[in-house]
């Protein structure tokens, strides 16, 4: 994956999938995973995005994981929270306050828990292909039997950004999460108009279940 592409967009201030407020698919459709207030989250990819705080208010532990400072940091300071921060190891930095946990890091090497239930927006629709399958094995490693995820897709043919998103279908979800139920809750068109949309559409909305 190209971090060095995330972190300068961060640097220039090129974020336009962030979301001023919590994503309305989110608030919609997490209450398809029945989720219970002492199961535990994990947002992979997670920007500054204020839906960390909305699963905070609903959650006792919530993880993130976060490859820029920039973000990290902004996401703290902008909800006035003073974090503990802890030095990991020499790539990885903790952020803890309440609820969240953030590790400034990479997906793929963050010390993270095994949890309950994932959360992903514009997370594995920014993925290349070819990194798909290794990013799917980590998710599942990291969920417990039993375990849901929320996946939110982005939309490229409606997105201004197109060269940061790929398109992902049911075919390949079902190939990526194989130890898993696929559903799809919502598919992109009755979602939002396109002026809340931003470049970074949301698409297709899908609950994985990890069966087995
Ligand atoms: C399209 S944004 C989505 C952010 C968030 N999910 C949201 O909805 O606002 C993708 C994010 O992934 C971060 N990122 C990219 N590669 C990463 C990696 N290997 N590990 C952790 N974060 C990464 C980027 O810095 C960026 O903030």
Redesign the pocket.
């Known amino acids: 994956?190209?971090?060095d592409?995330?972190?300068d967009?961060?640097a220039a201030g090129q974020?336009s999938?962030?979301?001023i407020q919590e994503?309305c698919l989110l608030l919609k459709f997490w209450p398809k995973l029945l989720p219970k207030s002492d199961e535990t989250v994990l947002?992979?990819?997670?920007?500054?995005?204020?839906?960390l705080v909305w699963l905070a208010s609903r959650h006792q532990e919530i993880y993130g994981?976060?490859?820029?400072e920039i973000?990290v940091r902004d996401f703290f300071a902008g909800h006035f929270y003073t974090p503990l921060v802890t030095r990991v190891d020499s790539s990885h930095e903790l952020y803890q306050f309440d609820e969240l946990n953030l590790?400034r890091?990479?997906?793929?090497t963050?010390p993270l828990p095994a949890v309950d239930l994932i959360y992903?927006?514009?997370?594995l629709?920014?993925?290349p292909q070819q990194e798909r399958r290794p990013y799917a094995e980590r998710l599942l490693s990291l969920l417990k039997t039993g375990g849901r995820i929320l996946l939110?897709t982005?939309d490229p043919a409606q997105s201004d950004e197109a060269e940061?998103?790929f398109s992902v279908q049911k075919d390949e979800i079902e190939q990526l999460f194989y130890r898993c139920k696929v559903t799809c809750l919502s598919a992109f068109s009755a979602v939002k108009p396109a002026a809340q949309s931003g470049g970074?559409p949301d698409g297709d909305v899908w609950l994985i279940e990890k069966t087995g």
Not at 105 to 108: A, E, L, S, V, W
């Open positions: 994956m190209k971090i592409f995330w972190l967009k961060w974020i999938f962030h979301q994503n947002v992979p990819l997670c920007g500054k995005s204020e839906d994981v976060e490859i820029s973000a590790y890091g990479d997906i793929f963050a992903d927006r514009a997370a629709t920014v993925i939110i982005s940061k998103i970074f």
